[in-house]
């Protein structure tokens, strides 16, 4: 996975989406690639992972950052 | 080889959607669709750890810096396992120095490489040639080009065609033989005789005649 390891934590670019996501509130895969710097494939394919991970969740077609996700960058 | 020679095989084809595709690659599980709104050029390679490939993913990551400042991403693909792209990138960035910048799919199941149709058979029953697929931002494909095992890709002509096909887009123009960016473009042929007309007269145009029109963008 791009933005989890194998143990379940984020990467460093997991970590700054993450971040991201905790700083800008709701936010579209555009606007984090676009705050991170990170392509935005790579953006796609890690929100995918961190949704499964319920680090992130969706809201219609833009992502939040979960209690979890919150908890796992602090 | 006769189970392959005898099979249909449907190969995509320009001006079709490009087959969508979820992969294992070395930056994670990737979708065709997590490419959308970017232009892609899907290549294959027949295997890691060979010396024409090694030359090819050097050239590749060299060229990347300028393809994605023409919003084109870059996405490898071989039949070797994850492993063996993560152990020969590493190699590679140890021995020359280069970082391989961009995903490379691990396509050991052959899905991709079959729906793109990038194994031939008579080149090798067990590889993939060496594809070159351009895929626009709406996910059409635009180019293909097969290469042999032993022919090296040329770098500048994939930059070229790119540099081509979105001077077309963006203008409603073609581009002759050898263009590069900067030289005259073809204007599309009238296709009225009152068109043909006018067009030798059109100012600005350097004509050879009606049919063959050029001017500088």
Not at chain 2, 21 to 31: E, Y
Not at chain 2, 127 to 146: A, G, M, N, P, S
Not at chain 2, 199 to 209: H, M, N
Request: charged fraction near 25%.
């Amino acid at each position: 996975m791009p933005c989890i390891n194998p143990e379940g934590k984020p990467t460093e670019t997991g970590k700054k989406v993450l971040q991201a996501l905790r700083d800008n509130g709701l936010c579209s895969a555009e606007k984090v690639a676009e705050t991170t710097g990170v392509a935005l494939f790579r953006v796609r394919s890690g929100l995918r992972d961190m949704i499964e991970a319920e680090l992130v969740e969706m809201v219609e077609d833009k992502y939040n950052i979960t209690e979890k996700g919150i908890k796992l960058i602090e | 080889m006769e189970e392959y020679q005898t099979k249909p095989v449907s190969l995509p084809r320009l001006g079709e959607k490009a087959p969508d595709f979820d992969a294992l690659t070395t930056h994670g599980k990737l979708k065709l669709d997590d490419f959308k709104g970017s232009w892609l050029v899907l290549f294959s390679h027949p295997a890691d750890f060979t010396p024409v490939c090694t030359t090819e993913f050097i050239a590749f990551a060299e060229i990347y810096p300028n393809l994605q400042k023409r919003g084109v991403e870059l996405l490898g693909l071989s039949v070797d396992s994850l492993s063996s792209h993560i152990a020969w990138a590493r190699n590679v960035e140890e021995k020359t120095g280069v970082k391989i910048p961009f995903p490379i799919i691990a396509d050991l199941s052959k899905e991709v490489s079959l729906a793109y149709g990038m194994v031939h058979p008579g080149q090798s029953k067990t590889e993939t040639v060496r594809c070159v697929f351009i895929i626009d931002d709406k996910q059409i494909i635009r180019t293909i080009l097969y290469y042999p095992l032993s022919t090296g890709r040329n770098m500048q002509e994939i930059l070229r065609i790119v540099d081509a096909l979105q001077t077309t887009d963006a203008n409603g123009v073609a581009t002759p033989a050898n263009w590069n960016p900067g030289d005259k473009v073809i204007v599309p042929a009238p296709n009225t005789q009152e068109g043909a007309e006018e067009r030798v007269k059109q100012p600005g145009y350097e004509c050879v005649d009606w049919y063959l029109c050029k001017k500088q963008l």
